[in-house]
């Protein structure tokens, strides 16, 4: 499946560009809902798999580009996490917004309960607030991830979710 | 429909909160799938119709608040539009981002071809450029309008988008 990025006369447009046709056999609508791996979960692009962050995941996730408009300045990933794909503890000086758009997954902030992501959730992470985000154990997860002010917005990346808070942390419904 | 708007503990998360049990007759269906008169096209909240706005629109509009965090401080709003509803030409100082999440709608900038948003596909406008969105002829549409900067983007209302333009734009598929 092809990922398209159309700069279309100042107007930048990203899209995956899947439609699924009526009629085909289960065989090609399957090959059709993949895109590098990823099971059709949004339509949203998938991107390539996030080998820069890896280190800070607990398994394979992938990051997408959706703006890149200097002007604007306002970066946007998807972000898509396996099942059971995790980040660290981490913060960000400028905080982070997290919209929800495929699968289910959680945002946990230090000491607080876990918020469970769906499609058409959004959720604000103030700045300098340690928290961790990603798949729930058994779905995979994309959510749209916005820096502001990516200038001064740095991430401070911490230690790993431990295995038994992410247990606890996953059990809200 | 209930719109549910849930801070918790300094996440602030907001949720139109709908599912579909199964096994419902159809009537209960069409019942569930209506939000404050509106057929569900996304899981984003529709919110309040937009009141405040309509001299700009050529029809009903519906807008949410997704984001309210005064640290973070980047308004994003669903905006949907009944069928063949559009804003008239405009200009953000700042620019806008909208990021389309159901049905099909059009992005259109002064003198260049109109551009096609459907759930998946992100457009940036560069500050200053003149252009107009709504919803295709023929079918409901809601994107999230991101305004960055919201100190200083100011808004410039221009006039409405002739018939002839709009039918000629959305001729784009």
Redesign the interface.
């Known amino acids: 499946m092809m990922v398209a990025s159309?700069v279309?006369?100042?107007?930048?447009?990203?899209?995956?560009g899947?439609k699924s046709p009526e009629g085909n056999t289960a065989q090609t609508k399957t090959a059709e809902t993949m895109e590098n791996g990823v099971p059709k979960i949004?339509?949203?692009?998938i991107g390539d798999e996030n080998k820069g962050f890896e280190q800070y995941f607990t398994g394979k996730s992938w990051l997408a580009p959706?703006?890149?408009?200097k002007?604007?300045?306002?970066p946007?990933f998807n972000v898509t996490f396996e099942p059971g794909c995790i980040n660290s503890w981490h913060s960000h000086s400028?905080?982070q917004?997290l919209?929800?758009?495929g699968g289910t997954g959680y945002?946990q902030?230090r000491g607080?309960?876990a918020?469970r992501?769906?499609?058409?959730?959004?959720?604000?992470?103030?700045?300098n607030?340690e928290h961790w985000h990603g798949a729930a154990p058994d779905s995979w997860f994309s959510h749209?991830a916005?820096n502001?002010k990516p200038e001064t917005n740095k991430n401070t990346w911490l230690e790993p979710v431990s295995k038994e808070d992410y247990a606890a942390a996953t059990k809200v419904k």
């Open positions: 159309t279309l006369l100042g107007i930048t447009s990203c899209n995956n899947s949004s339509e949203f692009p959706l703006t890149s408009n002007q604007l300045d306002l946007m400028e905080g917004i919209i929800g758009v945002v902030e607080k309960p918020v992501i769906e499609p058409g959730v959004v959720v604000e992470i103030a700045p607030v749209i916005v502001p």
